[in-house]
């Protein structure tokens, strides 16, 4: 046998060996692809307490960009946001009554798909509440 035609007939082996223990490798991970619609959100802290003029900084996670809003329905403004906009938000309360305590929510919403690689789009929400005390 002449050893230069064994170097010919084993020069595409390692190759194969290579691809096939790939393939074995990626058939044992069962690999699975999460659902969109199962994406969410959180954000923390969940709850506070504030006097009139204290702030609490909230951070948002498990999202890409998000939407930070509060109850407006109200015709007394009870808060106010740094911003409406990206994952880290400073709410300041404005509540100056002194007796009683009152309840706000502070919403925060973040959106995936609805792009060329993903027709349908999918939002998550996640609430904090913020305990306006005398």
Same mark, same amino acid.
Request: with cysteine; glycine share 8%; aromatic share 8%.
């Given at each position: 046998?002449?050893?230069?035609?064994?170097?010919?007939?084993?020069?595409? &082996?390692? +190759?194969?060996?290579? @691809? /096939? !223990?790939?393939?074995? #490798? +990626?058939?044992?991970?069962?690999?699975?692809?999460?659902?969109?619609?199962?994406?969410?959100?959180?954000?923390?802290?969940?709850?506070?307490? +504030?006097?009139?003029?204290?702030?609490?900084?909230?951070? /948002?996670?498990? !999202?890409? $960009?998000?939407? &930070?809003?509060? =109850?407006? $329905?109200?015709?007394?403004?009870?808060?106010?946001? =740094?911003?409406?906009? !990206?994952?880290?938000?400073?709410?300041?309360?404005?509540?100056?009554?002194?007796?009683?305590?009152? #309840? #706000?929510? +502070?919403?925060?919403?973040?959106?995936?798909? !609805?792009? $060329?690689?993903?027709?349908? /789009?999918?939002? @998550?929400? /996640?609430?904090?509440?913020?305990?306006?005390?005398?």
């Amino acid at each position: 046998m002449n050893p230069s035609s064994s170097r010919r007939r084993l020069s595409g &082996w390692p +190759l194969v060996a290579v @691809a /096939a !223990g790939l393939a074995a #490798l +990626l058939a044992a991970c069962d690999l699975e692809v999460g659902d969109p619609s199962d994406f969410s959100i959180t954000v923390e802290p969940k709850t506070t307490s +504030l006097r009139q003029g204290q702030s609490q900084q909230f951070i /948002a996670y498990g !999202g890409n $960009s998000y939407t &930070w809003s509060i =109850d407006t $329905s109200s015709t007394q403004r009870w808060a106010i946001l =740094d911003r409406t906009d !990206g994952g880290i938000v400073v709410y300041t309360s404005l509540h100056s009554e002194t007796n009683s305590t009152n #309840l #706000l929510v +502070l919403t925060v919403t973040s959106s995936i798909g !609805g792009d $060329s690689t993903n027709s349908q /789009a999918y939002s @998550a929400t /996640a609430e904090a509440y913020i305990y306006h005390v005398p």
